[in-house]
């Protein structure tokens, strides 16, 4: 089994920049497909972005496309979400996931593996 532990949240103003970590242990995950989900408060979880076991491909929520970046070093058991140009409504827990049963990402930012799920990095946008 994987273990996944989120870092990088916290406080910033619109406008901002934050880098999400999030580091695997247990097993390697280059053989996980990667994904970020949010959930803000009184609302739904909600997927951000993926990518997939090589690094070769990414796919992006339209509301943090062109802003948000995703990758991924597989040697270090590493996962990142850069975030660009952040607004309030940004604000969400950030949650990381590893889903071995995808090879690409077709299907994955709505059905997420529920076995692999970290416990998440609280991102705060102030306006």
């Known amino acids: 089994q994987v273990q996944l532990v989120e870092s990088g949240g916290g406080v910033v103003q619109a406008g901002g920049s934050l880098r999400l970590s999030c580091a695997a242990s247990?097993?390697?995950?280059?053989?996980?497909?990667m994904g970020w989900f949010r959930q803000a408060p009184g609302k739904e979880r909600e997927f951000v972005a993926a990518?997939?076991?090589?690094?070769?491909?990414?796919a992006y929520a339209d509301p943090v496309k062109g802003r948000f970046t995703m990758s991924r070093d597989n040697a270090k058991n590493l996962v990142y979400l850069q975030m660009n140009s952040l607004k309030p409504e940004d604000t969400a827990v950030y949650y990381c996931?590893?889903?071995?049963?995808?090879?690409?990402?077709?299907?994955?930012?709505?059905?997420?593996?529920?076995?692999?799920w970290g416990r998440g990095t609280q991102v705060t946008v102030s306006s």
């Open positions: 247990g097993r390697s995950i280059s053989n996980y497909v």
């Open positions: 990518i997939n076991r090589s690094g070769g491909t990414t």
């Open positions: 996931n590893a889903d071995p049963t995808y090879y690409g990402l077709s299907g994955y930012g709505a059905n997420p593996g529920d076995d692999y």
